[in-house]
């Protein structure tokens, strides 16, 4: 049985009548930048994630770029960070001309390291970004602690985390701020790019809009120095229909967990969802040693999967100027080499899961 990584047309015929409505009543309204869907549209994704406010911006990877601006952040100026992420967390902090500052993560969730992050602080560490990785929160209660101390703001990378919660609260709503990614393959994805940032801080909100906008509140009188970076009306009205499913298309997400957590060989290491932490299972991220023979084995099956992610941070090539070598990240160089991620997506059928394990079973 083949098994894609990936595959949006089920999801979008799955809904077809809805989607198709959300586009026709955006082309119907000729209104496509700003207006009332992305109103709404950022309304509803504020309150599912328990902030006052959402801001809808063109990307994630501008989102993170966008709440690292309104705080100010800029040369000179470090953002404390993880090796193990998608490079566009770094290409954000790039883009502010700041500084990334990495700390190394933790092997039990994958994620920053709070005793790391204590040892990397400077006078000049004005942002610490954690990012939750494959869908799990960081473990926020140590690094918020950590950041209040040192009285500098803490900017959650929930692009992976739609729904996530820590506690009782919601990936994007642990920090000062939070910054989705609506990519296409997230979660909560749009027919294209676009993103968000959550906050509960009126000030920052009003600054983020203009930030977005060429800096402007009142058209034609710029305040500040602003970027243009919209999540348009037609991206708007598509996630808001998507958003309506997104709790069912994480819950079947974690039937699919729990499945492969269940049948999966010993030899197999899963990812744990960690005590007080609802993990919103974006990736499925398995660590085996032979990681490269199994990834084979499986294609051979006809089982598709992926690598989440090759090569950490401080060894590619583009940041070799952080002059961070072979050693430096330990568990994130382990991760890089050892983790392989399973095809997980709401539409994968009960028979799609259970070909995964016996492939995976068979050839580890
Ligand atoms: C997807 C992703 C981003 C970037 O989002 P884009 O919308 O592609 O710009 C940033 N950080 C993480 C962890 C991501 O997974």
Redesign the pocket.
Known sequence: MNVKFGDLSIQYRAHQAEFDAAVHRVLESGQFIFGPELDAFEKEFAAYCGTRHAVGVA????A?YLALAALGIGPGDEVITVPN??V??ISAISMANAKPVLVDVRPDDFNMDPQALKRRFTAKTKAILP?H?YGQTADMAPILEIAEKKGVPVIE?A??AHGARYGSKKAGSLGKMGCF???PS?NLGAFG???AITTDDDALYERLQMLRNYGQKIRYYHEIKGINSRLDAMQAALLRAKLKHLDAWNARRTRIAEYYEKHLADAIRTPREMAGRTHARHLYAILVQERDRLKKRLADKGIQTEIHYPVPVHLQKAYADLGQGPGSHPVAEQCALTELSLPMYPELTQEQVEAVVSAANESI
Do not use: H, R
């Not at 990307?59 to 501008?62: A, L, V």
């Open positions: 990307s994630g990877t501008e993170i992420t998608a566009p967390t990012v990785l990378d692009c992976q990614s609506f990519y997230k790019d676009a993103g």
